[in-house]
T-cell receptor, first 113, second 118 residues
Framework: SQKIEQNSEALNIQEGKTATLTCNYT??????LQWYRQDPGRGPVFLLL?????KEKRKERLKVTFDTTLKQSLFHITASQPADSATYLC????????????FGSGTRLLVRP | GAVVSQHPSRVICKSGTSVKIECRSL??????MFWYRQFPKKSLMLMATSNEGSKATYEQGVEKDKFLINHASLTLSTLTVTSAHPEDSSFYICSALGTGVFNNQPQHFGDGTRLSIL
């Protein structure tokens, strides 16, 4: 069966450390993968996109990797801050001719001051 | 840029009521909009894809007569939950893609509507 798995347990880290979130998928062949941030009671906000032919993408303190062999993406936030506390969603896309995204259930990140 | 407004943000109503939710792209034209449903601590579940000027495409298991979608202009899509019942209570979120869409572009989300049916 098709699955997208993100850690359901919250990730609790100290301010200044690097947060690493994982997105694993099974029986999908995405052409690209996107990461979103969602705050409580709000809609998701786009952060980064990585294509299947890209290994790594960076944007300021954010870094995402994409390993199509392992079927895994890692999302890193360096020098984390309490303001980074939120739920982070990965989404797979480009699996057909539509523009649909298939979302993981998200991982909640808590950054302690 | 790329702001999506969703209204209302919260609705509480009696069972049997029909509820309309609006999704507007404020500073861009949206050829395609998506409607999602999200349960607490769960993934966004795509309900339907709405294309301006044509019928919506519903995902498997979503009742099209229950969840009516209209995308009459390039800036507005509406979702009407007809004869809502308590099991329809959920967080509904819309997103939009701009015109001149290309594959892999991000979706721009509204802030969702919390629907509570008593």
């Amino acid at each position: 069966s098709q699955k997208i798995e993100q850690n359901s347990e919250a990730l609790n880290i100290q301010e200044g450390k690097t947060a690493t979130l994982t997105c694993n998928y099974t029986n999908y062949s995405p052409a690209y993968l996107q990461w979103y941030r969602q705050d409580p009671g709000r809609g998701p906000v786009f952060l980064l996109l990585i294509r299947e032919n890209e290994k790594e993408k960076r944007k300021e303190r954010l870094k995402v990797t994409f390993d199509t062999t392992l079927k895994q993406s890692l999302f890193h936030i360096t020098a984390s801050q309490p303001a980074d506390s939120a739920t982070y969603l990965c989404a797979l896309g480009g699996m057909d001719s539509s523009y649909k995204l298939i979302f993981g259930s998200g991982t909640r990140l808590l950054v302690r001051p | 840029g790329a702001v999506v407004s969703q209204h209302p943000s919260r609705v509480i109503c009696k069972s049997g009521t029909s509820v309309k939710i609006e999704c507007r792209s404020l500073d861009f034209q949206a050829t395609t909009m998506f409607w999602y449903r999200q349960f607490p601590k769960k993934s966004l579940m795509l309900m339907a894809t709405s294309n301006e000027g044509s019928k919506a495409t519903y995902e498997q298991g979503v009742e099209k007569d229950k969840f009516l979608i209209n995308h009459a202009s390039l800036t507005l899509s509406t979702l009407t939950v007809t004869s809502a019942h308590p099991e329809d209570s959920s967080f509904y979120i819309c997103s939009a893609l701009g015109t001149g869409v290309f594959n892999n572009q991000p979706q721009h989300f509204g802030d969702g509507t919390r629907l509570s049916i008593l």
